[in-house]
């Protein structure tokens, strides 16, 4: 396929571009060399293993690589710990261990194991001990992705393989393939240029065959090579081979990180002469070549035979055709610019291994996007598609439903905030938690707590049930209800909140997370209160972080966005397809601004949880105040919980007084106190939640939860918490006139001296408290 934008470059400049780049992924001199004869050696014969692997992030230290320990040794064989070391490298040590074997004993086996990345073209392993005169077989494992015969669930790898036979013609034979229908890298080309694959190629993660290359790499499978028993039964032969026999991982390979590779060399000689052998191999492929063609053909090719002839044309011409898109990825990759994948430094040298903290590390983010100027700003993307470089070849966005730079940007920085494999940005945070219900199905059941914010309650009450979903609401404070309520084999969603909102019920994330993955369940952990800055639930084990970035993220009340946080890769493929699939995503402009407030989201939420923390032990000692609820006070049932599994009790805090007119007052007579739903503005907000944020919640239910109608929601800002307090205390004052100690109030009350939007006298409480009849 000709490429309109394909560039003649000179073999020299590739090679000293695909050096640094390489140099740039953090590996030293001679094993950037090495590495980038293995690229190279793919990239001349249009292999799909070549330099494309610099920008698609396939080439990169692992930051807990060690050094590969040869854990026994015989005269024959060894057998290596390749403690996360590269792949790549782990191939060319196993390479050159199996000819010195084998040249002096006859047979050299080489097996390794833990490691789990890419090894690259194995036939360019497989060519290098052929060049010895030695024939040489090399396998690598990686993870699930094809079906056996009978199925549709991935359990091989792709197996590929690769066997260099010496000839006494010259070149040696090389025979390099994968047992899967297609190549696991030709799947990722093909959904890069949007392109569907063959009808009988692999099935969708429900198990139905599909051409989309997304659906197949989204929790689907592979087909292998022949779709029946034969290529199943070498499939799992070479798993047995490659993987099991050298120590790598039989099941759950991707999750381990713990993939094995097998290199075996032999000397021809053991069975006879060298040279005759190498006759024979020559007259046989001798006698293919010279096989009567089909019509139509003009030539009977040998295996390797079209591309070793690309080679040796590239390769006396002295430049390669590649991709100008490519080229200039590599360029960047090359000077350190960064490219589509590539992580670009930021101003801050990240050391592996140095723990800057978290407000550091969000004002230094990194930068992942294309951007040629080195902008300090994230550039926004407000395009909803890319023009494509051909009919076939689209790079690495095409629309942004799919796809957008800004969210990338925003979703790689926010896994790494929260320690995820992968995180997503949805139009809200109820976008993001309407995803996390898709990963149920009919007949499923759900378990949340029974203190949750008013909109997740409405989505399990009245949305749930469509979907044919039952729901069980349960104090998640009490773990051993929790327990009980979940059904082993049914439950598939644990759902909770710590705080909860708005009583500020702390639960304990680690043991209920625990008991969720026991039975199997999916937990999620509701962390928009205390946000990444006080609480990280996946390091307490949730596998599923949600965060309305509609709070403290956006933090000006300028942004409505959710974020979904994902641990585990397959888990995270399921929410990028339900992302992709329903296109509930955040769009550019909001993505821009989610980014430009987590630059200052630990400051503005230190200080107003400092500020909450002031207005708590003021309301505490107020005699119209019947409790306070808020984490941060040690009297607080969940206390002791909170200072375990967070930093902070956060700046949202509530109060009762035991009268709604009481309370009413006092949220409409505050003047620096924004009456608005929400949180975690840079603003003071104050709310009546039962009459606001969580109207949506039936008056029995939430007086059956334990939800008064008296409940006063504080959320603290950045103000000067002197001019907060003062401005609380009178509006408490205030309440205290008109309703005496007892709270009920002797008629309305006039305003004076209040600020310019609440001037009006009070009407009396009944005529104005009408729960709304629907959440904003
Ligand atoms: C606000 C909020 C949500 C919903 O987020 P939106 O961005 O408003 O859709 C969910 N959970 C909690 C705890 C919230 O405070």
New binding site residues.
């Given amino acids: 396929m000709v490429q309109n934008d394909d560039v003649e470059v000179k073999l020299s400049e590739l090679k000293d571009l695909t050096l640094r780049a390489v140099c740039n992924c953090g590996f030293e001199t001679d094993q950037a060399a090495i590495i980038a004869e293995v690229l190279l050696w793919a990239q001349v014969r249009s292999n799909s293993q070549g330099v494309i692997k610099i920008p698609a992030g396939a080439v990169a230290k692992a930051s807990d690589a060690g050094q590969p320990v040869v854990e026994s040794d015989s005269p024959i064989s060894a057998h290596i710990n390749g403690h996360k070391q590269y792949g790549m490298l782990m191939m060319q040590l196993a390479t050159t261990h199996a000819i010195s074997k084998a040249s002096a004993g006859g047979i050299g086996i080489i097996g390794f194991y833990n490691t789990a990345s890419s090894t690259g073209a194995l036939g360019y392993f497989a060519e290098q001990i052929a060049n010895k005169d030695l024939i040489g077989i090399v396998l690598a494992q990686s993870p699930e992705a094809v079906a056996p015969q009978g199925s549709t669930e991935a359990v091989f790898g792709t197996n590929p393989i690769a066997v260099g036979v010496p000839t006494a013609s010259g070149a040696p034979l090389i025979i390099d393939l994968a047992t899967s229908a297609v190549a696991w890298y030709d799947l990722v080309e093909a959904q890069a240029a949007g392109k569907p694959v063959d009808a009988n190629v692999g099935y969708n993660s429900s198990g139905r065959p599909t051409t989309s290359p997304s659906a197949i790499l989204e929790g689907g499978a592979l087909q292998t090579f022949d779709r029946g028993s034969k290529g199943s039964a070498l499939s799992l032969l070479f798993e047995l081979l490659g993987g099991a026999w050298p120590g790598g991982a039989v099941t759950g390979k991707l999750a381990s990180g713990n993939w094995g590779n097998l290199v075996v060399a032999i000397q021809p000689g053991v069975l006879g002469g060298v040279d005759a052998f190498k006759q024979r191999v020559s007259e046989l492929c001798a006698r293919v070549k010279s096989a009567r063609p089909a019509p139509g053909v003009p030539e009977v090719l040998l295996p390797g035979e079209r591309s070793s002839r690309l080679a040796a044309q590239r390769t006396a011409a002295g430049s390669v055709p590649i991709s100008n898109r490519l080229l200039s990825q590599l360029r960047k990759a090359a000077d350190a610019l960064g490219t589509g994948q590539v992580v670009q430094q930021s101003d801050v040298q990240r050391q592996p291994g140095s723990e800057l903290s978290l407000a550091t590390r969000l004002t230094h983010p990194e930068f992942w996007n294309d951007d040629p100027y080195n902008a300090t700003a994230p550039p926004m993307y407000q395009t909803s598609t890319f023009r494509q470089l051909s009919a076939v070849d689209c790079g690495p966005y095409d629309y942004t439903r799919s796809g957008n730079p800004t969210r990338t940007q925003l979703e790689r920085q926010m896994a790494e905030i929260e320690g995820a494999d992968r995180a997503f940005a949805f139009a809200?945070?109820?976008?993001a938690?309407s995803a996390v219900l898709r990963l149920c199905v009919a007949g499923d059941h759900v378990v949340a707590g029974d203190d949750l914010?008013g909109?997740?309650s409405r989505l399990l009450e009245q949305v749930a049930p469509t979907l044919g979903l039952t729901v069980s609401n349960v104090d998640t404070t009490n773990i051993a209800a929790v327990k009980a309520a979940i059904v082993p084999g049914k439950t598939k969603l644990v759902m909770l909140?710590s705080p909860t909102?708005p009583r500020m019920q702390i639960c304990d994330i680690k043991p209920l997370c625990a008991l969720a993955r026991e039975a199997g369940a999916t937990s999620v952990v509701?962390n928009?209160?205390l946000a990444p800055t006080f609480q990280q639930p996946l390091a307490l084990g949730a596998d599923i972080c949600?965060t309305?970035?509609?709070?403290f993220i956006g933090g000006h009340a300028d942004l409505?966005?959710?974020i979904l946080a994902v641990k585990g890769a397959a888990l995270a493929q399921r929410i990028a397809f339900v992302q992709n699939a329903e296109g509930a995503f955040l769009a550019p402009f909001e993505c821009w601004l989610a980014l430009r407030g987590l630059q200052t989201m630990a400051l503005r939420m230190e200080r107003q949880a400092t500020t909450a923390g002031l207005l708590a032990e003021f309301l505490v000692a107020h005699p119209l105040v019947r409790k306070v609820n808020f984490p941060g006070l040690p009297g607080h049932p969940g206390h002791d919980i909170n200072v375990r599994q967070a930093t902070s009790g956060g700046s949202l805090l509530s109060f009762e007084t035991g009268s709604v007119e009481a309370s009413r007052i006092i949220v409409e007579q505050t003047k620096l106190f924004k009456v608005t739903v929400?949180?975690g503005s840079v603003s003071s907000l104050i709310s009546l939640p039962c009459y606001m944020s969580h109207a949506s919640i039936p008056a029995a239910l939430r007086a059956s939860r334990g939800l008064p109608d008296d409940l006063v929601r504080i959320s603290a800002g950045i103000e000067d918490p002197k001019d907060l307090l003062a401005d609380l205390r009178q509006a408490m004052q205030k309440a205290v006139h008109a309703t005496g100690e007892n709270g009920h109030a002797p008629g309305a009350v006039g305003a004076q001296g209040t600020g310019p939007a609440k001037q009006q006298a009070v009407p009396s409480t009944a005529a104005v408290l009408a729960p709304a009849a629907a959440l904003p």
């Fill in positions: 809200s945070g109820m976008a938690l914010y909109g997740t909140e909102n509701d928009s209160i949600m309305s970035a509609t709070k409505t966005a959710g929400s949180f």
